[in-house]
DNA sequence: CGATGTGAAATGCTTCACAGCA
DNA sequence: TGCTGTGAAGCATTTCACATCG
């Protein structure tokens, strides 16, 4: 009872320390992609949309990596985590690479996302892009305001949220977004996972407590403007960081 | 002309491989905070702010541990990066600690915020708590839409983006904040680097090219609801992640 | 006694550098 | 020849473990 945060996970690791030749993992067992090559997936995702339309069927790692402002050799090394996907001497096929990164984030199936808190946050995430492109469907809109709930959001109308378990039987959640009031953020939560969403993700700026086997995530939408203020305080940006990407967005994980 | 994105960098490091004793930066020349740190800093605020509201005056590194999820002795490296804060045998002093917080990410200083697109997002961040607490003041809204400009929000009047150069005549803006959509984007982007932006804000779905002397952070709303996928799509979450917090939203930082 | 602060070890991520294939 | 894929080296970050101090 000393350290809640940290249950004996390290010590009990089911592989041997030091490897016997995992043999690497054939089509069965997939590689092991790393968090941070998980999160640049999306953005070379994005780049790989603009090329696409402007006209740019084959991409190389060199371009991959020069719009997304990182190194050629990290978008080499993402890249071959996922396969062998290039061809040497030419690059990457942009049309293939974007359908077998939204196969490895699992953007093939769609999740039925459901969105609480219909204020101003809510009704840009509803409407946004990537909301309502491959891989999620928006399916409920919820408040609690008289004056919201019954309004008519793109094709669908917003619902009380004592309507929830209503929704839930009409139709399968996977996914709760937060984007009520701080206040509200705990209880809605709570409603959702009731309701039996399997993740959260939580844009309103407070904590929240939710049992282990939910998967939370929590973005901050100033998080960033906080890291700007730190390197433009010391107008010494850190030589290494100048023209390094980071990908980011508060989000707690549970099992 | 082979790599655009790595300039020499690495290789032409001011100090000494192995260290020959830093001797411990003193006040002047302060000690280097890694980003993994400074990102941490905005969520410590977070939970000591909830700390403080429900009346705990003091905390100790478990408890902000748990809160954000994280392993206690990286909340302890992480504060002691910024000094040595706490009083061995009871914790950390919430109250003082936020303000050597908001000391080290700048926001002991006031930074003006131009915001662009007053669509529901722009809307949304203008009435953020991230947005107008400490730190930040938004000093304009800018549209382009007849229907919005000259609508009030908070005691702010929107005005059209084409009043760019007289608003920047009549206060200094040192933040700008892209929310309009895609295709505006990098017009807008270039409108207000030209009125004296030093850094930009990008919520837009798109790549921005900015000159590299502007510092250049980039939030995709959808990125974490991407990575749900990802883990949500593979029940077998990373052990280790598990109760991983990881802190996020891409950035693209320009020296 | 309890909790911080911190060297040192462990881990994870990035970058180099180049073999190898189209 | 050009660009991918990848061991191995190099860094950064995390975690351990414990001396230290209020």
Known sequence: MTDPVDPPSKAANPGPPTSVDPGRPESSGERRIPEATVVRLPVYQRILEELLRSGNATVS??????SARINAAKVRKDLSLLGSFGTRGSGYDAAFLIEQIDRELGLDQVW????AGIGNLGRALANSQGFTTRGFTVVAL???DPAVVG???GDITVRHIDELEAVAAETSLSIGVIATPASAAQSVGDLLVGAGV???LNFAPTVLAVPPEILLRYVDLSIELQVMS???ARLGVPSEEQRMPSIRSIGLTGA
């Open 112 to 115: 039925p996302v459901v969105i």
């Open 198 to 200: 399997r993740s959260l």
């Open 151 to 153: 309004e008519r959001i």
């Open 142 to 144: 919820l408040d609690v």
């Open 61 to 66: 790692s060199e371009q991959l990596a020069a």
């Open 230 to 232: 730190f390197y433009q």
